[in-house]
């Protein structure tokens, strides 16, 4: 069997510094995409360059990481303005990893760090998946969110 993709958008990858408490966004399209094979009640989160893109000699690739239900957080890192920055945070160590959205914000107040309407879609779809082994059901009448992917 192969595995089902779940969930799939736009963000770049960003680095933590710890003694500067600053994130650092590292350059470049890239793409998070979440799968989970059928009859398991975990989900992948691979991040990767998008086509076309050839990061730098330094870049340290990205692993996928293997998400165990209530293991995660999908946390929108509100301290930063100047992007829409999430940190995937997990419960069981101190490890967190930052991603930049990219997609085009539709928020009305037109500031960098406001979360546009995909972004918030995502968050609560990535939101569900990780607190239970079930995947969300789609609600009546809701349309997916053009530049993202939800399969059900």
């Known amino acids: ?12 990858y960003a680095l933590y ?3 500067s408490k ?12 979440v799968t989970k094979e059928p ?8 991040w990767e360059p998008r086509e076309g893109f050839k990061p730098p000699a330094d870049f340290v690739p990205f692993d996928t990481y293997v998400l165990f239900p209530g293991d995660a ?22 490890r ?7 997609s085009r914000t539709d928020a009305e107040d037109k500031q960098p760090g406001s ?17 239970s082994d079930e995947e969300p059901e789609e609600e009546e009448n809701e349309a997916p969110v053009p530049g993202s992917t939800v399969v059900a």
């Open 115 to 131: 979360l546009s309407t995909q972004d918030k879609s995502i968050y609560e779809t990535l939101e569900k998946l990780l607190q």
């Open 22 to 33: 600053t994130v650092t966004c590292k350059p470049g399209p890239g793409k998070i995409t």
């Open 73 to 94: 957080l999908w946390v929108h890192v509100k301290q930063c303005t100047t992007g829409r920055v999430f940190a995937l945070k997990f419960l069981s160590s101190d």
């Open 39 to 46: 009859g398991e009640p975990f989900l992948y989160f691979t």
């Open 17 to 19: 510094d710890p003694d």
């Open 1 to 12: 069997m192969s595995s089902e993709t779940i969930l799939s958008f736009n963000a770049g």
């Open 96 to 102: 967190r990893e930052f991603f930049w959205m990219q």
